[in-house]
């Protein structure tokens, strides 16, 4: 594998102009909306709402405002987070999700059957279903220009370098400088959400596209401490265990207290059964 590539995004930089969103479906030859009419969400200027099979970078409003004079919008540009330790490429069946030599997550759809396992492993409900060919697909990180050594089209769209591709090592240098440098200016907010030891995602690796947040991760619709399947098959085990020997006692015991019924009602004197 050569050298793991991802995605900074640096959220302070963000102005909604959803140019990444654009460039991504343009690319992606990816449909406006599932075939119906375009609809207003009522949430903002944020009319996608959330990633998905058909949207594979979404552009999120998040308004704070207490009253008209003080407030502020966070913006923020989503996407699939390509992660170190992948839950999705845990459970796939078929084989369907891989890894690339950019350490990349990529779902290739003429394997995948559909089973939507890797929509209920995927901490982040990144993944869905696209409703052309029914097999669950997300961002690829643009593998087929990467592979010709282009920028993804959403990070070569971007007007402000809010999203910015390149080695993980450098992006994670760069992003270091950056908090360093709001923190200086007086923004102490300002922290990484997907780096190694950040205190939210090291129980998954890391994460290959990582973030600038000036809030909670909840604040952003992502998890504090996202965790892998895997993580609970110990419990899962012990607690199947558990249950059968408890099936296991009360059937027993239902059989016993059977027998002893029989017995109970046979006349005195009358032999029992071998």
């Keep these: 594998m050569s050298e793991p590539y991802g995605f900074f995004t640096d959220t302070t930089l963000c102005i909604g102009c959803k140019a990444c969103e ?5 690319w992606n030859q990816l449909p406006a909306n599932n075939g119906g009419a375009p609809a207003l969400s009522g949430e903002s200027y944020d009319n996608t709402l959330k990633l998905d099979g058909i949207n594979w970078r979404h552009v999120q409003f998040i308004e704070q405002f207490d009253n008209r004079d003080e407030g502020r919008w966070l913006l923020m540009s989503d996407v699939c987070k390509h992660c170190v330790q992948a839950g999705c490429l845990e459970v796939c069946p078929t084989g369907a999700i891989i890894r690339t030599e950019q350490d990349t997550v990529v779902i290739q759809s003429d394997v995948c059957n559909g089973c939507r396992d890797c929509i209920a492993a995927c901490p982040f409900d990144v993944i ?11 961002c690829t990180l643009c593998y087929d220009r990467t592979s010709a ?11 402000t370098s ?4 390149g080695p993980i090592s450098e992006l994670q240098r760069r992003a270091q400088l950056r908090v360093q440098n709001l923190q200086q200016q007086g923004e102490s907010r300002a922290y990484l959400y997907g780096t190694p030891n950040d205190g939210h995602t090291e129980s998954i690796g890391g994460l290959n596209a990582f973030f600038l947040l000036l809030d909670r991760p909840e604040v952003y619709r992502l998890p504090n401490h996202p965790v892998l399947p895997s993580r609970n098959n110990v419990s899962g085990w012990v607690s199947g265990w558990v249950s059968g020997l408890i099936a296991l006692t009360l059937g027993a015991l239902a059989f016993r207290k059977q027998r002893f019924d029989k017995l109970a ?6 032999p029992t059964e071998a």
């Design 128 to 138: 869905e279903i696209n409703p052309a060919n029914n097999t669950a697909m997300k």
């Design 22 to 26: 654009v460039a991504c479906k343009s």
């Design 162 to 165: 809010s999203i910015q591709f």
């Design 149 to 159: 050594g282009l920028t993804p089209a959403c990070a070569q769209a971007c007007p």
């Design 265 to 270: 009602e046979r006349p005195s004197g009358q």
